[in-house]
Each structure stands twice: as C-alpha cells, then as structure tokens.
C-alpha cells in the first residue's frame, strides 16, 4: 500500500504564505505524478496543481502567478508554495499521487489539510 500523509496547513492573514508538504510512503511502487486538489465549501474538489514525472506542471487559472508545485523524487515528496494567499483559497487541500504497481495504475488521496486564510 501507498501512503501519503500532508503537513503545513493552518491559519493565514490574505497576502501571507505557507509551504504544503506531501510525502508518499510504502514500497514496491513508482510515482507516476503527483498534484495537489482543494474543496472549498460549497464546491465541488478541484485541481490546484500537478507535477508529472518527466513531464509540464500544470495550474489552475485562479492559483497562476502565486503558487508554485515541486517535487523531491529522492524523497517522494511533493511541496506547495503558496504566496499570496487570498480569502477565496479557504479549503481543505489533498495531495494526490498516480502510482504504478505490478503493472497496474492506482490514484492515492491524503486526509487533507485545512488552509484557512482570513483576517
């Protein structure tokens, strides 16, 4: 099995920061890609950010010019930058991993982490 257990959420004042980690966890797999998705209440989990291996990153519109995804491959860790935060990206955010095992795809989810951004 694959585990993935995030850290660095809490509580920010808008126009501050904070850093996400992701660290994936197990054995007999490879990561594929990686990403980050948010549900804001009322909505519906949307993509954040994406990072495949050997391949473009890729954002949504509303996070374009202030977050910025990363990744430690030795460590199977995916980070989050975020700066510049806004009320509007009050969520809960999950990491996300597409791993491959004996030949089969899998999609793996964090428990998420509650980013709060308000003054």
């Known amino acids: 099995q694959v585990q993935l257990v995030e850290s660095g959420g809490g509580l920010v004042q808008p126009g501050g920061s904070l850093r996400l980690s992701c660290a994936a966890s197990g054995s007999g797999f490879s990561i594929n890609a990686m990403g980050w998705y948010r549900q804001i209440p009322g909505k519906q989990r949307e993509l954040v950010a994406t990072i495949p291996s050997g391949g473009p990153t890729n954002y949504a519109d509303s996070v374009k010019g202030r977050f910025t995804i990363s990744r430690d491959n030795a460590k199977n860790t995916v980070y989050l930058q975020m700066n510049s935060l806004k009320p509007e990206d009050t969520a809960v955010y999950y990491c996300?991993?597409?791993?491959?095992?004996?030949?089969?795809?899998?999609?793996?989810w964090g428990q998420g982490t509650q980013v709060t951004v308000s003054s």
């Open positions: 996300n991993a597409i791993v491959g095992r004996g030949g089969v795809m899998y999609q793996y």
